[in-house]
């Protein structure tokens, strides 16, 4: 295992381990107001400080985990769940209506970014985590589209795929049970990136308000809250900024390691 790979393991899965324990335990109740302790620096009692309503930034840092992680998987998989699907089609159609009617639905979904779509999903159902996994994932599904036709059309003339149309194969058969397998390496690197883009996203939807919506804590909103106290008490920002920071870079380290691990083409020999 490569040091980009093993450090993007770590820092990830440190940061799903803090997240899955966020469930049976944390420091304090994130739901806990306690005025009399705002804005207190790190310390024994509290090993990240307080916020400016007295809450424990540590458990609110766990928690914010948990709903960062839980949003931009499930919107990773909407993506991943649609746009493969679709590019498969459109690869297995090339140059038909079907292949162009999916590019053209791509290209109009691209332009549109995940914000501009979270604010129309917003203003018909209203803020909350649910509406920013839906407009994370509409985001995500001509990525995955795009990247899973690009791939299969690279396939289609091969020789193994040739074979397969002679025996009789439908092509919906051969993009499920040859084209998809071959695929598999590039798809799952993709998905991690897309994860980090999704924590970004997640935090940014949250940040102005349209993400998920007190109590829950959530890593962008806690930015938002720290705004105006970064001179009072920098730590209130400087935590939130760095768990961002920390799992995205995890994250990303994580996708180059297994893009070296995977791809033979791209590994490289140390000495």
């Keep these: 295992m490569n040091k980009t790979l093993l450090t993007g393991a770590l820092l990830t899965a440190l940061f799903i381990a803090a997240a899955l324990l966020s469930y049976l335990w944390t420091p304090f109740d994130t739901e806990t107001m306690n005025i009399a302790q705002r804005l207190k620096p790190p310390s024994t009692a509290h090993l990240l400080g307080t916020d400016h309503f007295g809450r424990d930034i540590l458990s609110m ?32 159609h090339k140059g038909g209506w079907l292949d162009e009617l999916i590019s053209r639905g ?23 985590a649910i509406n920013a996994i839906i407009a994370i994932g509409i985001f995500n599904v001509p990525v ?38 071959n695929i598999t390496n590039l798809l799952i690197v993709q998905g991690t990136i897309q994860f980090s883009l999704g924590i970004l996203a997640e935090a940014g939807l949250s940040y102005v308000g349209l993400g998920a919506q007190p109590p829950t804590p959530s890593w962008g909103r806690m930015l938002a809250d720290a705004q105006t106290m970064v001179a009072l008490a920098p730590h209130v920002a ?31 020999i140390r000495t």
């Design 61 to 92: 840092i766990m928690v914010g985990a948990r709903t960062s992680i839980a949003v931009a998987l499930v919107a990773v998989g909407i993506g991943m769940g649609l746009g493969v699907p679709l590019g498969l089609t459109a690869a297995a």
């Design 106 to 128: 791509n290209d109009l979904i691209f332009a549109f970014p995940s914000l501009v779509i979270a604010i129309l999903i917003t203003a018909i159902f209203g803020p909350g």
């Design 144 to 181: 995955f589209a795009r990247l899973s036709r690009g791939a299969a059309l690279s396939l289609w003339s091969r020789d193994f795929i040739l074979a397969a149309r002679v025996a009789g194969k439908s092509r919906p058969r051969i993009s499920a049970e040859h084209i998809l397998p």
């Design 238 to 268: 400087l935590i939130p900024g760095l768990a961002i920071v920390f799992m995205v870079l995890g994250l990303n380290l994580l996708g180059d390691g297994l893009r070296d691990q995977l791809d033979p083409r791209l590994k490289v």
